[in-house]
C-alpha cells in the first residue's frame, strides 16, 4: 500500500474514534421530561468518567513517557492553566455564585450550568486532541495496531459524549443544541491529527505530546471536583450524584478491560 493509502485509512479510523462522542451524545435525544434526579446522577457520571480517565489511563501514560517529575510538573501547569481560566470568568458567569434553585426547579436557562457543559466539552476537546494525533501516527506506522488503538479511543469516547450533552440539555432544553456542542467535541481528533500531519508531526516531539496527557488530565480533575460535583450536589439527591461517579468509572473500567 503506498502512503497515501495509508493517510487516507489513519484518517478515517482517527474520524471514527473521535466522533464516536455523537453516539453519547444522543443520549439527549432519549430524556423526554428532564428531572434533577436525572441531572444530578449524570453529572456524577461525567466526573466519575473523567477523573477515572485522569488517573487510571493518562497519568499513567504520561508518567511511563516522560517520567514522575515531569508528568507531575505537567499536571500541575493544567491545574495552575485551568485555575487561572476560572478566576477570570466573571463572577455573574462563575456556579459558585449562583443561588441554589429547590428541587423542583426548572434549570432551563441556568447560565452556570451551560457553563459546566462547555468546559467539559473544551477539556474533552483537549483530551481528543493529542489522541487524534497518537491514534493518526500510530496507524500510520502499523494498521493493525491502529485498529486497535481507534477502538479504545471510540469506547471511553461515548461516555465522553454523554458528559458533554446531558448538561447542556439541562441548560438550554435544547436536544439538538446539546448534541452539536457533544458532537463537537470528539471533532477535535481528526483536527489534531490533520493539523499534526501537515504542521506540528515533524516538530513534535514524543516527550512533549505524553507530557500533553498529564496537562490534559489536571483539567479534567479540576473541572469534576471544582464544577461537576458541586453542581451535582447542588440539585440535590447526593446518593444518585455517588451511584453517578460510581457508574461513570465503572463504565470506564469495563471498556478499558475488554480490550
Known amino acids: 500500500m503506498d502512503i497515501s493509502g495509508h493517510i487516507g485509512f489513519a484518517l478515517i479510523l482517527t474520524a471514527v474514534a473521535g466522533l464516536s462522542t455523537g ?87 441556568d447560565a452556570a450550568l451551560m457553563r459546566t457543559g462547555l468546559f467539559t466539552a473544551l477539556a474533552i476537546g483537549i483530551h481528543n486532541f493529542p489522541e487524534g494525533l497518537a491514534t493518526f501516527a500510530t496507524a500510520l506506522a502499523d494498521i493493525d495496531l491502529g485498529i486497535m488503538t481507534a477502538a479504545a479511543i471510540s469506547i471511553h469516547n461515548i461516555p465522553e459524549g454523554i458528559s458533554v450533552s446531558v448538561p447542556i440539555l439541562y441548560a438550554t432544553g435544547d436536544k ?25 508531526l515533524p516538530f513534535l516531539s514524543e516527550r512533549l505530546l505524553t507530557s500533553l496527557l498529564a496537562f490534559t488530565a489536571a483539567i479534567m480533575v479540576y473541572i469534576s471536583i471544582d464544577e461537576l460535583l ?30
Open 176 to 200: 439538538n443544541k446539546a448534541f452539536m456542542y457533544s458532537f463537537l467535541s470528539g471533532v477535535t481528533e481528526p483536527v489534531g491529527a490533520i493539523i499534526g500531519f501537515f504542521i506540528l
Open 23 to 109: 453516539i453519547g451524545s444522543t443520549i439527549a435525544y432519549f430524556i423526554k421530561k428532564p428531572k434533577m434526579i436525572y441531572l444530578s446522577f449524570s453529572l456524577g457520571f461525567s466526573a466519575g468518567v473523567m477523573i477515572y480517565i485522569s488517573f487510571v489511563e493518562l497519568m499513567p501514560q504520561a508518567t511511563a513517557g516522560v517520567g514522575r517529575i515531569w508528568s507531575t510538573a505537567a499536571f500541575f501547569i493544567g491545574i495552575l492553566f485551568i485555575g487561572l481560566i476560572d478566576i477570570f470568568v466573571p463572577e455573574a458567569e462563575n456556579p459558585h455564585h449562583f443561588k441554589a434553585p429547590s428541587g423542583t426547579a426548572n434549570v432551563q436557562g
Open 230 to 259: 458541586p453542581m451535582a450536589h447542588r440539585y440535590g439527591h447526593s446518593h444518585a450524584v455517588i451511584l453517578g461517579v460510581v457508574f461513570g468509572m465503572f463504565i470506564m473500567a469495563l471498556g478499558l478491560l475488554m480490550l
